[in-house]
């Protein structure tokens, strides 16, 4: 760990962050569509520059996001790049001041629309677009990530649209629409997409091909820069969907963006022995730090150890395991929560109170969503440049913890 550093913190990558831009980059260039930036997954201004280099713009979940985009999403040359927004439903206090901000907004409902029908008429210079919801399912095992969920809030569906413009279009979109927005994936590749976009042209096919559509979005989810990843189907569909519906095509990737391209640095506090395996007590937290741990839940990937579940899914049992040399420890935290377990983990050699250990793949959906539970301390935020030089760009403290309260 370079010197000067303290835990826990996090740390970005700028080298990492450029092999996914320039993936994204030929995406663009190839296919013609636009990327943007999904705010909710990596709001890291201090990077927001080398990002607005390449991509088109950001893609918001309200007014603080779009807020941040507006002031600091800017390429080094200080032009302007495209913000759109999208949120279930719009504080309409909060909506004149993102019409001021932003370039497109959608709609996740006829209904919503239509409250803010004043708001609209002042604001007729911005592209507005509805959310649909395609009613395919492609996830697997996540259902909290799963937009096409029976129940789901989100995105109208083919019936509810068409018994509006019905009743109230005289069979037509309103008029204000010009954009048609979809988002149903998470993590996932190509076929998926593929999939998705077949049920979309089978519900909405006809309401995109009307002269009224000018441009749809594709929403996030897309693992565009996961190797596999088939970047030349993507290319050839974007070109497709623009040559026989005439639209731009957007997508809003947030973890492709960042993927592999962060970690969170921790220190071993203390060993505790239980009836089980030892269990390392570290200076950072699942339950602050790292919410999807517990959320979603997974085991992130960890320098120098591999998760146990991946060993005993081989066919092992502990005392296996422990025969080939592996030592197997619980990774836990120091706040009160008895749940706030990061994983068990086996290592080749035993750990020590002051050891250094670093989770992988941790720009994504972590500093978003950091808390301050129990008074935790935030990790501080440190970018690796390109040139190898580490810079701490932000620290936390009592004020923090103290300001949301």
Not at 123 to 147: F, M, V, W
Not at 228 to 248: F, N, Q, S
Not at 277 to 302: G, R
Request: glycine share 8%; charged share 25%; aromatic share 8%.
């Amino acid at each position: 760990m370079e010197k000067g550093i303290r835990t826990p913190a996090y740390i970005i990558d700028e080298s990492a962050v450029n092999r996914n831009l320039l993936i994204l980059k030929r995406v663009e260039e190839e296919s013609g569509a636009f990327i943007l930036l999904a705010e909710k997954a990596f709001s890291t201004y201090q990077c927001f520059p080398m990002i607005a280099d390449v991509l088109s713009g950001t893609t918001s979940s309200g007014y603080c996001e779009a807020r941040l985009a507006f002031e600091e999403f800017h390429p080094h040359d200080g032009s302007r790049r495209e913000i759109h927004v999208f949120e279930p439903a719009y504080d309409a206090r909060e909506l004149d001041m993102i019409c001021e901000m932003a370039d497109h907004i959608v709609f996740n409902s006829i209904s919503e629309l239509a409250r803010h029908g004043e708001t609209i008429k002042r604001h007729d210079n911005i592209k507005y677009a509805l959310r649909i919801n395609p009613e395919c399912s492609t996830q697997d095992g996540h259902a909290i990530y799963d937009p096409c969920a029976r129940g789901s809030r989100l995105g109208i569906r083919e019936d509810t649209l068409r018994k509006a413009m019905a009743e109230r279009y005289g069979g037509n979109l309103p008029d204000m629409i010009s954009g048609i927005h979809f988002h149903t994936l998470c993590e996932q590749g190509f076929s998926d997409l593929n999939k998705t976009w077949e049920a979309v042209q089978k519900h909405f096919g006809d309401i995109i091909s009307s002269d009224q559509i000018t441009w749809i979005n594709l929403g996030g989810g897309h693992h565009i820069t996961k190797p596999g990843y088939d970047v030349c189907a993507l290319i050839d569909l974007i070109k497709k969907i623009r040559a026989e519906y005439g639209v731009d095509v957007y997508l809003e990737p947030g973890e492709a963006v960042v993927l592999n391209a962060g970690s969170l640095i921790t220190k071993i506090m203390d060993i505790v022995e239980t009836d089980l395996y030892p269990v390392l007590i570290l200076d950072t937290s699942a339950a602050c730090h790292m919410p999807d741990v517990l959320e979603m839940p997974y085991t992130p990937p960890l320098d120098g150890a591999v998760p146990l579940s991946s060993l005993i899914k081989d066919g092992r049992d502990i005392s296996d395991i422990k025969e080939a040399g592996f030592h197997v420890y619980r990774l836990s935290s120091r706040t009160c929560l008895s749940g706030d377990v990061i994983g068990d983990y086996s290592f080749r050699h035993e750990m020590s109170v002051g050891d250094i250990l670093e989770f992988r793949d941790m720009a994504l959906y972590t500093m978003v969503k950091t808390n301050t539970f129990n008074g935790m301390f935030l990790p501080d935020i440190v970018i690796k440049h390109t040139d190898g030089q580490y810079e701490t760009v932000k620290t936390f403290g009592y004020d923090d913890f103290k300001s949301r309260l």
